[in-house]
């Protein structure tokens, strides 16, 4: 809050400072043409007019650079208006000024010098404005996804551009000056190539392309119209150029215009693969809508409705409609879901159907049955032309079709059917698990199952951690659903020496949970051989693999602790980085060593993947172990807790003891996710040394 409001103030003083500098400006020059038709010295040096112009351009470069800063917003659209809305009063103005000249051209006030001179800076002010406005709009839009090569360029042409706006005090006169020359060459080269950075151009749908090629244009058209009417024409072009006398207004002029030629160029070549890509991700969304239906909490009606309509619109279908078998005291009944098309045609097209010979036969793939394959049949006379049938099978039954219409007689292509197949494929997946998820809600002995399988996995876990006066250790644990997958442990195996678990089994729910309690029986079996990590992760591997399913797999960290050395062996299977903080050196870092989760690889070559890590212990020194759960906790705008977070409040709170430390993390992570659902199991292991 104070940062913004340091900006605030300086964003007004610079403004209130430039706007001073120009009244200032404005009044030299009427000073200075007044003196003049006087034959008056007025004993100011001629340098004094030249610096104030100079710092009217700095301190607006300065106001626009602390308002772009403070716009966060990735809407490239929004920057483009501002632009442009700039550009526009600014035009205005000066058209406003080219009427009044006009208006007064038989009158008194016609070719009066003070009245030239302060129209001039008004003009010149407004074209200054804008051109510098521009400037910063086109570095936010050149800077969109930045490299490190980028910034380093960017920074050297900036500040070869903002360092000519002290050029002017050198005297000399550009058209002759070599360094003029020199630094013109190398201001134009930096901008052709800073020009071709137009990654924006990639996140703008076909709409906003449009909107992007008016703006810029209009942008371009107001760059030509104020190169014109800022400076005195010449009759050849090269008398014109010659005219200008600010390096710093010539750079802006060049650079401005060619990254509005380049956008343009860039975004009308984009043009005719915008549909597609749009079409493309139209499709995705639509597929990803259909696999997420059932945690969406919608029904079976929904999920039928969501897939008639995405694939409508996946093939260009004019029409429509889902024939569904339903089974109403012991009969089989019909269901039918229409759209854009009446009861009457639809009976048409199914008695056309039926006498239809053109027919055009692709195989299902969810199908092994003749009579189950997908059809595509052809019509001669009918208002459509062409319809696509395509099965449902849900349970490996056939539970209805959908029917697609096209008044084309060659509507439906090889890659639409494709996805239309993949569309169906996914709907009849989702409804089968909603069914499925359904009878196991109505059954309430699952539900008590479930109960009782949460103690029984509650108790799996241990009440209380082994360790000695040396450390601290405290745990902490929540499953998203009923039951998790995520596992810790600790086991004595000396008076010294305390081995520390954490694992999380893939997925969640049941499976993981029987998974988790398989791990715990091995943890308790091979701990007691004194195992060194490597050897236990090995051997853990082994027994794992004969019991995991094989589309399943456990990451693991062990820690072996020995307090009378203050050193800790540690080994990791694919688990989440250790968040470790050294009093030290007074700050937390990740130990990211390698390892390959359990069940992945289930041979003798897992061992190639296992590796041993050493380090000691001081005073102080804390060890937070987790689970993906924590790291990957999103709030509702889909941000993630993350690595970042984690370390901060680590370091803020390594003073404390582990009890605090554990619960200042799980009250940062719920304030985080705003009391969202749990779409993860949250478990964390907090060790600090004594």
Known sequence: ????????????????????????????????????????????????????????????????????????????????????????????????????????????????????????????????????????VWKKLILYQKSKRLVIWWNVFEGVILLSIFYNLTGDELQT?????????????????????????????????????LLILLIAIYLGYFFTSIYVPGEETMDQLKSIDNLFIISLFVFLLFYSIFSLLVILFNLPTSSVFEKKMEEAINFQRLSQSIQQG?????????????????????AGWLEIERNKQGTEESEIRRKNLSPTNRLEVVEQIKGSKQKYVLK????????????????????????????LIIQEKV??????????????????????????????????????LGEALENERYKKELNIAKKVQRALLPANLDHDSCFQIHAFTQAADEVGGDYYDTFKLSDHRFVVVIGDVSGKGTSAAFHMSQMKGIFQSLVQLDLSPDQFLIKANKALSGCLEKTSFITL?????????????????????????????????FLENKGLGLGILRNDNFKNYVFVNKMTFQKDDVIVLYTD???????????????????????????FDAVSIQKTFINKLFEFCEDKNLNDDYTMVVIKFK
């Open 399 to 436: 539970a209805g079709h959908m029917y697609l219409l096209n008044e084309l007689s060659d509507g439906f292509n090889k890659e639409m059917i494709n996805i239309i197949n993949t569309f169906a494929s996914q709907a009849s997946i989702s409804i089968e698990n909603f069914r499925l």
């Open 298 to 318: 919608e029904n079976e009606n929904q999920i039928f409705d969501i897939l008639l309509t995405s694939s409508m619109s996946a093939v260009y279908a004019d």
């Open 629 to 655: 759960g924590i790291s990957e906790a999103s709030n509702h705008t889909g941000e993630e807790f993350g690595y970042d977070r984690m370390k901060k409040i680590l370091t803020d709170n390594a003073k």
């Open 364 to 391: 299902n793939p969810l199908s092994k049955a003749t009579e189950q394959d997908q059809t595509l049949i052809v019509f001669k006379k009918s208002n459509f032309r062409s319809v696509l049938i395509v099965p």
């Open 177 to 213: 000056s070599i360094l003029f020359k020199i630094l013109f060459g190398v201001i134009t080269l930096m901008a052709l190539i800073l020009s071709a950075n137009l990654k924006w151009v990639a996140y703008l749908n076909f709409k906003q392309k449009w909107k992007s090629i």
């Open 1 to 136: 809050m104070k940062t913004k409001l340091t900006k605030k103030f300086y964003m007004r003083i610079s403004l209130v400072i430039a706007l001073l500098l120009w009244l200032i400006m404005t009044l030299l020059d009427v000073l200075q043409v007044l003196a003049f038709r006087s034959d008056v010295d007025l004993g100011i040096s001629s340098i004094v007019p030249v610096l104030i112009i100079d710092f009217f351009f700095v301190f607006v470069v300065v106001y626009y650079r602390l308002r772009i800063t403070k716009l966060e917003s990735t809407d490239f659209i929004d920057y483009l208006w501002r632009v442009f809305a700039i550009g526009l009063v600014a035009t205005l103005v000066s058209l406003a000024i080219g009427l009044f000249n006009s208006s007064i051209a038989d009158s008194a006030l016609a070719n009066n010098p003070f009245l030239e001179e302060v129209l001039y800076s008004i003009r010149f002010g407004m074209v200054s404005v804008f051109l510098i406005s521009t400037f910063t």
């Open 557 to 589: 960290s062990y820690f072996v602790i020995d307090t009378e050395q203050s050193s800790v062996e540690y080994s990791r299977a694919g688990h989440c980085p250790t968040l470790y903080y050294s009093s030290q050196n007074s700050s937390a870092e």
